[in-house]
């Protein structure tokens, strides 16, 4: 993990069909901060997410990635990154293990059943994911990040469909990856109980 | 992850998925075998046609595991997934075709000396037929993805796909059937299966990174 990493977004222009959702936004994220971003239904917090990972380009304005711009090739970016989006991106006819596998391959199973153990999956190490429930597949794709060492994380509503206990963890284990100097930036709608992000407002 | 466990996983969606396969191949079987019942079962009738048969067969069976291949990734969030890994998209989109086509076309290749045996197919032609068969079908998977990304995000896709990419799959099938007909008249037919060849490595080529290009205009 780099340390040094930081994140600058200048003047961003994000339209979304044919309608402006900001338009000049800028803000930075250095080392060992957390950025919430916040805004109405609608007001183009995903986007923002999608556009920093790179799924969507903006119109105009620039991102910058530990002092390189990544405007128009997200490459470096993504490889220190981890995006999870609405839809998590674990598939349903493959088993827990396999999902995880398939993310991170070079991860011991030592410390994939450790991982698993703290987030009460270790039961479900060998079910399809499609017979989970929303949450415990949202579980899933969260395991990503504890098996995995990307510095900056982009978690679009992590908080959803978790459960009281499941949301401790991930608040805890935010909170380690931005002590270690990681980078995080999150939509929720949820007031964070141990976290003291850095808000970010879209206006609509 | 890595292009290998990205591999990996593929084969073991497919393995689960083993029963859309099957049905695939069923269909294959079923079109090849309505033809000596509903028109003529005669050699004299059957010979000549045996290779249109088989193409025209394969050609729907394909259509159907192609344009469906990318559903279940857009609608988990796995296709997402793969645009932001950091990986090539275009690399990722190859292995996917090449997992796909092992698992469709194989199948197909071990059923063809049975159905050519019903179509009384000479030896000679058979060979040609499967050489076609192996050349030929890449191109249809690999122009077909570019249809399925295209209305990846469409609910009710699938007949688009089909007439998106049906004119695209007309040359493959001219030329495949000229080739097993040239040498059942004795001619030659190398320059056919060039041509099939040229096809299938220009739209490996392309199709990739149209693919690529397409799958990231449809998965926002």
Known sequence: MQSSASLTISDLWIERGERDLCKGLSFSVQPGEVVRILGENGAGKSSLLKIIAGVLSPLEGKILYSGEDVTLDRTSLQQDAIYLGHSVGVKGLLTVAENLRWYCPDISISILYSVLTQLDLIDLVDVLVKKLSAGQARRVALARLWLTKKTLWLLDEPFASLDVGGVALLEERIQQHVLLGGLVILTTHQDLMSITPHDVVLLS | ?220
């Open chain 2, 1 to 220: 992850m890595t292009y290998s466990s990205f591999f990996v996983s593929e084969f073991l969606v497919l393995w689960r998925r083993k029963q859309d396969v099957f049905n695939a191949l069923l269909f294959f079987i079923i079109v090849v075998a309505l033809f000596p019942i509903g028109i003529n079962s005669s050699p004299d009738f059957l010979a000549p046609a045996a290779a249109g048969i088989v193409w025209c067969a394969a050609v729907l069976a394909i259509l159907m595991a192609v344009e469906s291949i990318f559903k279940e990734d857009y609608l988990d969030g796995s296709l997402e997934q793969l645009v932001v890994s950091g990986l090539s998209l275009p690399l990722l989109i190859l292995l996917k075709v090449a997992a796909q086509w092992l698992v469709v076309v194989l199948p197909l290749l071990v059923i063809i000396p049975l159905l050519s045996e019903m179509l009384y197919l000479p030896s000679s032609g058979f060979w040609v037929l499967i050489m076609t068969l192996i050349v030929g079908t890449p191109s249809l998977f690999f122009i077909g993805v570019i249809g399925a990304a295209l209305t990846v995000s469409i609910k009710q896709g699938a007949m688009l796909v089909m007439l998106l990419i049906l004119p695209f799959y007309l040359p493959v099938i001219i030329f495949s059937t000229l080739a097993v007909k040239a040498t059942q008249s004795g001619l030659p037919y190398s320059g056919l299966l060039a041509m099939l060849l040229a096809m299938s490595l220009l739209s490996l080529v392309i199709s990739p990174f149209m693919t690529a290009i397409v799958v990231k205009a449809s998965v926002n």
